[in-house]
């Protein structure tokens, strides 16, 4: 079995809106095609943990009805973003703007706004963080209002803001460059402001490609599946966090205090606490003191898995019991909302803590089974990188 860039985010980075941003928990849009290549009765999609999107354009570019979920704010934006259509006066307000945008740049302001990150200069050198304040009040200006041109701008802000950090992002940290000499600081101004009139034209132009089929997308929490407000589905194709204590906000903090999603590391915590598999801040200190109440998980020698991994660290016993008491209170409140022969996809990874592998994919399949889903199979897509033991599997199920 091979590691198979082409379904990771690789894959989608040159392919229109789906590259805007390059976040790694996004999976490949090669993986929805093929399974809506394989079921192509498939009419209405759910994707319960909807991320960067991907799930919803790849079916918004297919003509099909799709609704997005995710608990985090800055990603129900981006998702919404990358899933909308824009009208001509939208995309021709947006060509307006960015020369605009781009000369009262060029001003000198006193009153700059920068987020207060922790040692925000190891992310950006004082003059790149100081042109990022300056681009991102311009847009303001530019666009006082809330609008779909402003939003595309925000997009492009986004990018830039990531391709001028220091930061790169591996695995499981993120790694800091050391500071490089700076050009002199006005020519490397007008170089960094040319990228952003360049990515703004970028993004304009796969903003052009109509989506076909209708894509909502809701801010929510998929432990607890809305019962009112949302349709029943034929379909959900998903990739949930894996239980592998990365935490969303790690890679999406930049965005998310610079948007104005976060204004200190106790709202991350707070958010992450939400988040299935978060550890971020103090929802590592809730995890250590979790407990699971009585709720057992439905596969033979779950106990023993928690336990050995306990034994050498409580806190992560913890955190695998609790991700998948989190794993069958989704499953448990998705089964009602899936039509008698919906099929639901999982794209999911293994893990390993000390010497116990943790067999997720078994896992998830019976859970499926006990809250009533039929014929759980289990397909191996990919190796990870990382330790050797570790794959990437698609669980599927369907309702009677
Ligand atoms: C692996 S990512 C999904 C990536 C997505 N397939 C894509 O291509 O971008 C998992 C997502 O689940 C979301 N999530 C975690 N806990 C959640 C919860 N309780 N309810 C809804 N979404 C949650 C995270 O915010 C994250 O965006």
Redesign the pocket.
């Known amino acids: 079995m091979k590691t198979k860039p082409e379904l990771t ?1 690789k894959h989608n980075l040159e392919r229109g809106r789906h590259g805007w941003l390059r ?1 790694t ?3 490949s849009v090669k993986i929805v095609h093929e399974i809506l290549d394989e079921h192509p009765e498939t009419n209405y999609v759910l ?9 919803g354009l790849v079916c918004g570019e297919r003509g099909l009805q799709c609704d997005l ?4 704010p800055f ?1 129900v934006w981006l998702a919404h973003v990358k899933t909308a259509n824009y009208g001509s006066d939208q995309l021709q307000e947006v060509q307006n703007s960015i020369p605009a945008i781009v000369a009262e740049v060029r001003g000198e302001y006193a009153d700059l706004w920068w987020p207060p990150i922790n040692d925000i200069e190891r992310w950006w050198a004082s003059d790149v963080r100081n042109l990022l304040a300056r681009l991102y009040r311009s847009i303001n200006n530019t666009c006082p209002q809330e609008s779909a041109a402003k939003d595309l701008l925000l997009i492009a802000f986004c990018r830039c803001l990531i391709n001028w950090s220091n930061a790169a992002f591996n695995h499981q940290s993120v790694s800091f460059k050391p500071q490089q000499a700076t050009l002199f600081s006005d020519v490397q101004d007008e170089i960094l402001l040319g990228e952003f009139a360049a990515t703004a034209a970028i993004v304009l132009g796969a903003a052009r490609q109509s989506v076909k089929g209708r894509v909502s997308v809701f801010q ?4 607890q599946i809305p019962e009112n407000s949302l349709a029943e589905y034929d379909c959900v194709i ?5 239980p592998n204590r990365m935490s ?1 906000i790690r890679e999406l903090r930049p965005y998310m205090y610079w948007l104005k999603y976060l204004s200190d590391g106790r709202e991350a915590g707070e958010l992450d606490w ?5 550890t971020w801040g103090i929802a590592t200190s809730r995890i250590a003191k979790w407990r699971p109440g009585g709720t057992e998980i439905p596969f033979a020698g779950f106990e023993n898995i928690v336990e050995a991994i306990a034994s050498k660290s409580q806190l992560l016993g913890n955190y695998v019991h609790k991700y998948f008491a ?1 794993v069958l209170s ?1 499953i448990t409140s998705l089964f009602p909302r899936i039509i008698s022969g919906g099929k639901v996809f999982y ?1 999911i990874g293994n893990s390993k803590f000390y010497q116990t592998l943790v067999p997720v994919e078994e896992i998830y399949a019976e859970i499926l089974r006990s809250a009533g889903f039929v014929n759980p199979a289990i397909k191996c897509i990919r190796k990870r990188n990382s330790k050797k033991e570790l794959y990437e599997f698609i669980v599927s199920a369907q309702k009677p």
């Open positions: 985010f976040l928990p996004a999976y994707d319960p943990f909807s991320g960067t999107g991907t799930t979920l995710d608990i985090n990603l929510a929490d998929a432990r998903t990739s949930p966090p894996y969303y939400q988040a299935i598999g978060g989190d989704h794209i």
